[in-house]
């Protein structure tokens, strides 16, 4: 049986994640940026890029970004509370951060690809102009690189919340108050476990999502396999450092906003 506050906790963890998410956002979008381009074969060097483009490009795409990162949050949280239920062990936080994964997935794989399609096409200067071009041949050019999308989340959050929920229980104490810096450094590592495992499955994601290899690949499989041959197998870990780094500090910053917020909601009563 859980007790209230364990519950208050869970709840407020799924109130707070989406404003966490768009601190992440707006913290982290150039990172995204340069990474994107990176794995498209895109990106000549930050300072020949800003030169070129300037330091405004490095945002583009923030608008889809934004909203991408505010919904995934709010699905992140409740599905993986509402999956591990009453459970707080290895196996249910692997299996609900799996499942959690899964479905946030399916709501931000339109919004990765829009951004994509900003961050690598000159041509495109707004989402609404990004959308259009997406859905020409149909609305399904919205879950293109799907697949690659669910692999890459499900193991980032399989592996994230598993880490994370384990230290939570050392770093925090019973009614005690976070300790910042103890919660980055809980979430840093957390949040580096994900990009190490994955990071082949989000270069095929964004391959998939650049137009600029729209018939490049037919299947994962085929896109590993022409991938190794034609560039070389370290290709698939391609902007590896670029990932850790925002993937990483991305989860420092959402957990210790979530963690600072919850904690001041219990003692000022507002939740």
Known sequence: MVDKKTMSEKKKRMIFAPMAGICEAFVMQPIDTIKVRQQSNQYPGLKKFV????????????????????V?????????ELLRGNNNNFYSNLVAGIGAGFFESLFITPFEIIKTNLQ??????????????????GISGLYRGFWSTCLRQSINQGSNFTAYMMMRDYIIKKDEKPNIFKVMFSALISGSIGPILNNPFDVI????????????YSSIPDAIKKIIKKEGITTLWKGIHLR?????????ITFSVIEQLSYLS???NLL
């Open 51 to 70: 030169q070129k483009k300037g330091v405004q490009y490095l945002y583009k795409g923030l608008t889809p970004f934004t909203a991408q990162m505010c």
């Open 72 to 80: 995934k949050y709010g699905i992140r949280f409740s599905s993986f």
């Open 120 to 137: 690598t096409r000159d041509s495109l200067t707004d989402p609404l102009a990004a959308s259009k071009r997406i859905t020409a041949d």
């Open 205 to 216: 994601k964004t391959r998939y999502m650049n137009p600029k290899y729209n018939e490049a």
């Open 244 to 252: 850790v780094f925002r993937v990483a500090t991305g989860q420092a």
């Open 266 to 268: 219990t003692k000022y």
